[in-house]
């Protein structure tokens, strides 16, 4: 039997990514699971433990860095950790299923480091830094400090696009999911 692929998309927030990744597992054309990642913050209201993230103590997270669980993990945001359960994954990959990361671009990277040819990564870019302003005031859900962050991050973040397999500008939101459908189609079947 084939064995599966990871697929890594990254992206500044506020770029639509989980949009897209959501566009795609929905369409049903996809034998697609989601890696659940660890963290140690907050859940935001409406995520689920073992949905959107694996909720940990900060003492618990590095316990499972201690045992070895991650592939990866990195600090995002000051304080803020998160990090890819190598369980997560490899369970799948033998059963034969596909995987979708959606991690921040220096974990996308090592990922593929572990993981080789199996591994496609895909960058999700902003049309522009004051347009992902734009979208992230009009989103509403962060302070004016957050935002601040947010944007010196996405700066970095724009910068490492080179050393992805793919990039997608988003500039329009129907197109970016179709041309993400054509990248991930032509990568599960190659
Ligand atoms: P958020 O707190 O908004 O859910 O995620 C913040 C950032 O952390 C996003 O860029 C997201 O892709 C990234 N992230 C989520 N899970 C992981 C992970 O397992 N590893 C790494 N390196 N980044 C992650």
Redesign the pocket.
């Known amino acids: 039997m084939k064995k599966g692929k990871l697929i890594v998309v990254?992206?500044p927030?506020g770029c639509g990514?989980s949009t897209i990744i959501n566009a795609l597992m929905d369409s049903g054309d996809f034998n697609l699971d989601f890696s659940v990642?660890?963290?140690n913050?907050t859940p935001r209201e409406g995520e689920i433990d073992g949905v959107?993230?694996r909720f940990l103590s900060t003492k618990a997270f590095q316990e499972a860095i201690d045992r070895g669980d991650f592939v990866?993990?990195?600090e995002?945001?000051p304080g803020?950790y998160?990090?890819?359960l190598r369980s997560e994954i490899d369970r799948r990959l033998e059963a034969g299923g596909d995987v979708v990361?959606?991690?921040?671009v220096?974990?996308?990277l090592?990922v593929k480091k572990a993981y080789g040819a199996k591994c496609l990564t895909v960058f999700i870019q902003p049309p522009s830094i004051e347009e992902l302003r734009h979208r992230l005031e009009a989103r509403g859900t962060e302070t004016a400090e957050v935002i601040d962050t947010r944007i010196n991050r996405a700066e970095y973040e724009i910068a490492q696009a080179p050393l992805f397999d793919t990039t997608i500008v988003n500039d329009n939101l129907g197109k970016a999911i179709a041309e993400a459908y054509e990248v991930f189609t032509h990568f599960i079947n190659s």
């Open positions: 990254s992206a927030s990514k990642s660890a963290t913050r959107h993230y990866e993990w990195e995002v945001y803020r998160y990090g890819t990361l959606d991690i921040d220096n974990g996308a090592n």
